[in-house]
């Protein structure tokens, strides 16, 4: 098997199908859509701008991380879909297929290559919620960080509030690590923030764990 080098895999920007899903929100019931994840593009601002705006997704975010105009929105976007064609790191938009409109995003906001270690974000429209498209998006990129990026440690921060965030992560294997007291201010105050961490070692475990019970449900049946 030939070995994948980081030089190799910055070559190409790795797009992922999602598959379809079945949206149960307020406003769609049972709408089925197809997800992608790709690259950040300019034309993603304004959605970008309109996730960072509502206090649903932002309560969890200082305020140096929300956009406050178009503008910013659009320098934030540069940013972000620079990371991977400057060979630092990677983040994707996750978008409906079909109108490649934005709903939401996840990516490494920090990536230490000589340490094996990364950072993991993601936000996502409170319309698209419960329908298990963060989880899939999340176990894509745990598999392009394991196995392609040679990341040993993925950390994950969340603010103590946010707990389907936390269910999220543990639900993927997770650990809890600890407390970081004062670590973040939001709207001026200083808000604790809970850090998660997963090693290859038990990814893999968690991997093989799985395919062990599909194989013995399918014996089973």
């Known amino acids: 098997m030939k070995k994948v ?3 190799s895999f910055f ?3 790795p797009d992922i ?3 379809d899903f079945n949206i149960n929100s307020d406003t769609d019931t049972n709408k089925q859509i197809k997800i992608w994840m790709r690259d950040m593009k300019l034309k993603d601002d304004k959605k970008y701008f309109e996730l960072y705006s509502d206090s649903r997704v932002n309560f969890a975010h200082s305020d ?14 540069k940013f972000w879909g620079s990371l991977f064609y400057n060979k630092r790191s990677i983040f994707w938009t996750i978008a409906d297929k079909n109108t490649d409109i934005m709903i939401g995003n996840i990516g490494l906001v920090n ?12 936000d996502i429209f409170p319309e698209y919620h419960r329908n298990g498209i963060m989880s899939k998006a999340l176990s894509a990129v745990l598999n392009i960080v394991f196995n392609r990026m040679s990341v040993f440690r993925i950390e994950a921060r969340t603010i103590i509030d946010n707990i389907p965030s936390q269910m999220l992560l543990q639900k993927h294997g997770f650990k ?7 670590y973040r201010f939001i709207r ?3 808000v ?13 475990l968690l991997i093989r764990n799985k395919f062990e019970e599909i194989d013995l449900n399918n014996k089973n049946m």
Not at 64 to 77: G, Q, W, Y
Not at 111 to 122: P, V
């Open 5 to 7: 080098t980081l030089e």
């Open 11 to 13: 070559s190409k920007f």
């Open 17 to 19: 199908d999602l598959g």
């Open 64 to 77: 140096e991380d929300m956009p406050k105009s178009l503008e910013e929105a659009n320098r934030s976007i």
């Open 111 to 122: 990536f230490y290559a000589s340490n094996k270690r990364a950072e993991i974000s993601y």
């Open 176 to 182: 809890k690590e600890g407390i970081l007291r004062g």
């Open 188 to 190: 001026g105050k200083s």
């Open 192 to 204: 604790d923030i809970m850090l998660f961490s997963l090693i290859k070692s038990d990814y893999e």
